[in-house]
């Protein structure tokens, strides 16, 4: 599996804009912006955590500092399509302030 720097970076970003959904369906907002944790050689994935929603969206452009919408990657279920799924337990859940 090629997991140069590029590699992973292009993976994620393939996720910014992607619709979330609950487990139940319910459309919870797009991803915005994603947190890594990432080494070289590490087969885990890169991903840390998924920040999503309108608030996500006005965190990452700097209009607030409010917490965001926020999911932890161990709680994906599936990635489908543009949208990514949510296992319950994760919605609203909330980051730490930056």
Same mark, same amino acid.
């Given at each position: 599996?090629?997991?140069?720097?590029?590699?992973?970076?292009?993976?994620?970003?393939?996720?910014?804009?992607?619709?979330?959904?609950?487990?139940?369906?319910? *459309?919870?907002?797009? &991803?915005?912006?994603?947190? +890594?944790?990432?080494?070289? @050689?590490? /087969?885990?994935?890169?991903?840390?955590?998924?920040?999503?929603?309108?608030?996500?969206?006005?965190?990452?452009?700097?209009?607030?500092?409010?917490?965001?919408?926020?999911?932890?990657?161990? *709680?994906?279920?599936? &990635?489908?399509?543009?949208? +990514?799924?949510?296992?319950? @337990?994760? /919605?609203?859940?909330?980051?730490?302030?930056?």
């Amino acid at each position: 599996m090629d997991r140069t720097l590029a590699a992973v970076l292009g993976r994620a970003t393939a996720l910014a804009r992607w619709q979330v959904h609950d487990m139940q369906g319910r *459309r919870r907002g797009r &991803v915005f912006d994603l947190r +890594v944790d990432w080494s070289p @050689g590490d /087969e885990r994935s890169p991903i840390a955590e998924l920040i999503y929603g309108r608030t996500g969206w006005m965190e990452r452009v700097g209009l607030t500092d409010k917490r965001p919408q926020s999911a932890p990657w161990s *709680r994906v279920s599936e &990635v489908t399509g543009h949208a +990514v799924r949510v296992a319950d @337990g994760s /919605e609203g859940a909330q980051t730490r302030a930056r």
